[in-house]
């Protein structure tokens, strides 16, 4: 009598041994423990839709029923009942589990009870207002954070709950917890368009100078979104002048202004330059100190800490700015065309006044490259020590000599570029002499002639006149 096998799963061989695939010695599924956790499941399904229908009877009956009267059961979802009532602001049913016993403090998801409440938007203020009240008097925790480094403080702000800040100031909360990205309590107040919740924050003493981890001020994200309101509280309390621009005035200059010094054989310094970087690095307030010591700009990208101290700037997050903002600035990238660019022009299409305004472009970048190479150097030689030991074949030395023939055939490049530059200069220097004076001083003898020639007039005039007078007197007579 033949024997049949049971059949293998689609795409699967008969021929194949059981042994392979372990055919019967598969445990037996536990159709009870899948019961249980679809029943779990039905149960959070069944509380969430109780409370988000505010029907505080059939949320009674499901704790009674279902959960045993215990609130803190852990639910499918790993929240709890009272976590649920809370983001649902469901006041009346979050007072009945707290009555219960429910934890004001139960963690899930890195949240809470409050948080999940402040972080509830569409909700009335009175609702959201009455649960955090409730948790707070069960001593639920206020400076407690999420994975994002966020606060119930932060979540209250972005959803604009100014009766629960006004709260959590009176708790004398942490304003200045920070999160992931380095924003404290003031950073999501001007981020979220909150001018009275921003107010209430500076009347309890939050510091406004502070920078998150992208170097970016309080003032930086108001500008930033364009809220001109936050802006305008921010730069009064820090005391910053209005910016007045005068609409009929325009200053004009020369071009002896853009390179001071070069008609006298001297060096460019480009000092001029230097407040237009410490305002791009939000350090304007630094700007007549360092303009006071006369310091060229090739000075200025070559700062170190030691003399930033001598410069005044005497805290710390102040000299890391600056450094970074350097760092940043000798960091960019730079195109060869950038300083090569004038020989692929076409002489006919190339005026003279083009070649000129070419060659103070490239006399500029030239200076700024210059200082960059300095930077690098600089910088290489302070990690000597860290790569001493490395083996050749490390991958730190491999990018080392490789960032070095690039550098190298930059310079190459620079340099071919500063021969044309020469080259040209040359040229029109030889083609083109000194511009006469239109306006020169008189000599005597040009003096002499002009009163000669004055005279003449006078004598000329007086004899027309004379012969007029006669000629009408003697028709007169006739």
């Keep these: 009598m033949a024997h049949f096998l049971p059949g293998r799963p689609g795409g699967e061989s008969d021929s194949d041994s059981d042994e392979d695939y372990g055919f019967y010695d598969k445990p037996p599924r536990n159709y009870y423990q899948q019961q249980q956790y679809n029943e779990k499941k039905r149960i959070e399904i069944d509380l969430q839709d109780a409370i988000i229908n505010g029907n505080l009877k059939d949320v009674q009956e499901i704790v009674s029923t279902r959960l045993n009267n215990n609130a803190n059961i852990r639910l499918d979802s790993g929240w709890s009942a009272l976590m649920h009532a809370s983001f649902h602001a469901q006041d009346k049913i979050v007072k009945y589990l707290l009555d219960l016993g ?41 400076n407690c954070i999420d994975n994002y480094g966020q606060t119930p403080l932060m979540k209250a702000i972005g959803c604009g709950r100014v009766a629960v800040v006004q709260k959590f100031m009176e708790l004398k909360v942490n304003i200045e917890i920070r999160d992931l990205q380095g924003w404290t309590a003031v950073f999501w107040a001007a981020h979220h368009n909150q001018p009275e919740i921003l107010e209430i924050l500076i009347a309890h003493g939050a510091r406004m100078t502070e920078v998150d981890k992208y170097n970016r001020s309080v003032l ?24 007045i621009v005068d609409p009929y005035f325009t200053e004009i200059t020369t071009w002896h202004d853009y390179y001071p010094g070069i008609n006298k054989g001297q060096k460019p310094e480009y000092r001029s330059e230097i407040p237009h970087l410490l305002y791009g690095m939000h350090l304007e307030n630094f700007t007549a100190a360092f303009m006071k010591t006369g310091m060229d700009l090739k000075t200025f990208l070559l700062l170190e800490e030691d003399d930033m101290v001598k410069l005044g700037m005497e805290l710390p997050y102040e000299r890391q700015r600056l450094k970074i903002g350097l760092r940043n600035f000798h960091k960019r990238n730079w195109k060869i065309k950038a300083v090569a660019g004038m020989t692929v022009q076409k002489p006919d299409n190339f005026s003279m006044l083009n070649y000129l305004t070419s060659l103070g472009s490239h006399l500029h970048q030239i200076y700024v490259l210059e200082a960059t190479l300095h930077y690098v150097l600089r ?44 080259f040209i200069l040359k040229k029109i220097a030889d083609n083109n002499p000194e511009p006469a004076d239109l306006i020169k001083e008189k000599s005597l003898q040009d003096i002499t002639m002009g009163y000669v020639t004055e005279a003449m007039v006078v004598f000329s005039i007086g004899l027309v006149v004379y012969h007029v007078k006669n000629i009408v007197s003697y028709l007169v007579r006739k």
């Design 102 to 142: 429910a934890d004001a403090n139960y963690r899930a998801d890195s949240m809470t009870p409050v948080m999940t409440a402040c972080s509830n938007s569409s909700a009335s203020n009175d609702a959201i207002y009455s649960i955090v009240t409730d948790l707070i008097e069960k001593e639920c925790k206020l």
């Design 379 to 422: 910088e290489y030689n302070r990690i000597q020590d860290q790569i001493k030991f490395e083996p050749p074949d490390s991958p730190i030395r491999e990018k080392l000599t490789s960032a070095a023939k690039k550098l190298i055939y930059n310079i190459n490049c620079i340099r071919k570029a500063m021969n044309r530059v020469k």
């Design 220 to 243: 930086d994200i108001a500008e930033l979104h364009e809220y001109n309101e936050i802006v305008d509280i921010i730069k009064k309390h820090l005391q910053i002048p209005e910016e």
